[in-house]
């Protein structure tokens, strides 16, 4: 049986954590990785894989194939981590990557500097009182833009590629925890990338966590 | 017949204009204060209304009584400025006040250095390349704290104020926009003066406009 309690780290501690929330194409991981260069923080994107693999001991080839994806048809019991007491052997693989994944991203924000991008890692570590909690949007011209460029992806299908992309993430965000993806509320700081350029957000996201 | 058209001036200014909305109690105001102050910028949240007084000709109590509020029931035809062209006497008190200080605001961003609080501002201007859209939120708890100290109200009944205020505040801008209150998509930039505090919104916003 296994019971995740967010509420067990509201006191304050030295070190800091910044997790980054991104919209597909937003160059919010290029922005993640040049904070955490500058503030000689840990970073973690697919590092967090590897990492929870090693500590759960599930293959890191299925934690790849489930990160960050959402399939609702093998987990119809659960919805909120906050609250559910569930066995590990009822869990759908998509479940048991996210568990595994927010295990690593406690025990990082329980010990180190660090900047964390995705899986949930805001709700996550809502109660944390050392996390900054950002994200990262741009309009859809410049993530197609950047989307061609850096993923090499077909121009026809760029919009719809993103847009799938965007989907998925806010459904998975959604899904496994009690807020909105992309809501201001559910952040500490929100940035657009095309209006201010990724400089500029590098910039702001250093003044703020200094 | 008037007509509104919001696409006249997607070329660039040397001035800039910050536009902010804000949550109710959420220091918002306070924080575009400072900035202008800082910056030696104009300031507008309540000057607007003596403003769009002198322009329109409408008396500046009338503006000030349908100064960001919504009374449907005389608006039945009115649902976003982008399209639609009408004749101002089939127009609210409401919409009259609304279109007196959306022209105020696009003469503002045509001529000088601004903040700008409320309104649409954000919406109004969102072609204009030298504008810069800002958001403002905190939590329930910070902002019933400062609406008491500000605003003197029953310690009972602020939550219900705070409240009703935010839907109020998003109603209005709901309606007159085609765009949603507090998306993180519709601002540049979004800040928890909560978790961030006012003095480190207030140097963010700065580090963004220099």
């Known amino acids: 049986m296994l019971k995740l309690n967010k509420k067990d780290r509201g006191d304050i501690m030295d070190h800091k954590v910044i997790t980054l929330s991104r919209e597909f194409g937003s160059g919010g991981r290029d922005i993640g ?45 659960f919805n909120s981590m906050n609250s559910i007491i569930f066995s590990t052997s009822q869990l759908s693989l998509n ?9 690593i991203i406690k025990e990082i924000a329980n010990n180190k500097n660090a900047v964390i991008v995705g899986r949930c890692a805001n709700y996550i570590l809502e109660d944390y009182k050392n996390c900054y909690n950002v994200f990262i949007h741009a309009n859809l011209e410049d993530r197609m833009e950047r ?12 919009k ?19 807020k909105q993806w992309g809501k201001a509320q559910n952040y500490h700081v929100c940035l657009d990338s095309s209006c201010l350029g990724i400089d500029k957000c590098v910039e702001i996201l250093l003044t703020m966590v200094k």
């Open 33 to 77: 990785k040049k904070i955490a260069d500058e503030l000689g923080y840990d970073f973690y994107d697919k590092e967090l894989i590897e990492a929870a693999a090693q500590r759960s001991g599930i293959d890191p080839e299925i934690l790849e194939q489930n990160d960050e994806k959402l399939n609702t048809r093998f987990s119809p019991s």
């Open 95 to 103: 479940d048991r990557t996210f568990l595994a994944e927010a295990e």
């Open 147 to 158: 989307a061609h460029k850096a993923y090499g992806l077909p121009e026809k299908k760029l």
């Open 160 to 178: 719809e590629a993103i847009l799938t992309a965007d989907k998925k993430r806010s459904s998975y965000y959604n899904y496994y925890s009690d």
